[in-house]
């Protein structure tokens, strides 16, 4: 009897042993502020079903050649460029090349204006034609486009200045691209010239998430839908192979992401007012707000994306040769800089920035700012180490 005892008390100290190890070494959930990814608060409970079928078919549908990969293409699923929804590696970075001029694409015979470097088995990808201008392009973050999305076009102008009438040396121009039949014009769209404000993609060449959307299923995946039916490899139309639904949820999705959360405000004020000071605000705004939207979450509100969703200037040394709509070669659109702290989590666990990733640290990003980013580089570059690492801090903390 006294055996039986002791055998009971030791498995009871075991089971009790071990429920503690569980709790000392088991994974801690990771703070809310700490991802890029979920919902935007305040859906209802018909929209975060929709949140997460578009969830599962970004992150979880494998494309395969039995349904409809390629048969040339980049990559098999959305996630696999977008990990964790936030900023892509160099390994996962696409090309684009050709040029747009008054006679249209001139190298859409040979594959443009995306080159798929992936082929399923009996096929060859794709190579750069020869003295095709070409461009390697980071897959960016997907947080917050939503908010972006329903900026009225009327503030995106507001914020522009295309002549510098303000002598500050920083223009900003909006990108007037033309837009697919299928697109979603938001409320009070403003049109020139039969052409709308792109304002997704490094260089601001898509108008909607919508298009957006079904370009990287047929140009990064090769997979048609009716909105984009030509195939990639035979030039011809073809029949869907993805349903409109997959695509609307996907759409959702990307319209429903969180915005980035700032991380300990109070603790990088310092560093915020450096980043004013450098000028760096006159492009990266860091407030916006969003007009009437069909999302109700999501209209109305005030933001902190740090960016103007215009087109400037960089330099030379960002002059990539290529250009989209009415962006030039060394234009970019100001990306946000929301989650920048957060980018090493999707990134291997390390910063690989700007719009192809050249740049391994923010400081390195900051010195290849030219042309329109030039003063606020120099005067970054002037900079007593303390407000340097405040600075950092700072952008860190987004």
Known sequence: MKMIKRKYIVCIVMACLSLLACKKTGPKAAAE??????????????????????????????????????????????????????????????IRFGQYDSTGNQYLDFGGPQLQNRAIPGYNPE???????????????????G????????????MADPYDADGDGISGVANWVHTPSYCDYRAQSIERNGKHIGRFGRK????????????????????????????????????????????????????????PIQRQPAKVESGRQVFTSLGCETCHKAQLKTGDYKIAVLANKTFYPYTDLLLHDMGPGLDDGYTEGSATTAEWRTPALWGLGLSKNSQGGNY?????GRATSIESAILMHGGEGEKSKLNYQSLSVTDKNNLIQFLESL
């Open 352 to 356: 690989y920035l700007m719009h192809d």
């Open 147 to 158: 908010y972006l999305d329903a900026v009225s076009d009327a503030d995106i102008l507001a």
């Open 33 to 94: 502020e700490e991802l890029l990814d979920g919902p935007v608060e305040g859906l209802s409970g018909q929209e975060k079903e929709q949140f997460l079928k578009g969830d599962r078919a970004f992150n979880n549908d494998i494309f395969t050649k039995e349904n409809g990969l390629g048969p040339i293409f980049v990559a098999n699923s959305c996630g696999s460029c977008h990990a964790g929804d936030g900023k892509g590696h160099p390994f996962t970075s696409l």
């Open 204 to 259: 601001g060449a898509a108008y909607d998430l919508l298009q957006q959307t079904a370009n990287a299923y047929n140009q990064d995946m090769g997979i048609n839908s009716s909105f984009e039916p030509i195939d990639t490899y035979s030039h011809s139309e073809v029949d869907p192979e993805i349903s409109n639904a997959a695509i609307h949820s996907v759409v959702f999705y990307l319209r429903t992401l969180k915005a």
């Open 127 to 145: 190579v750069l034609p020869l003295g095709a201008r070409s461009s390697k392009l980071l897959p960016p973050a997907n947080t917050g486009l």
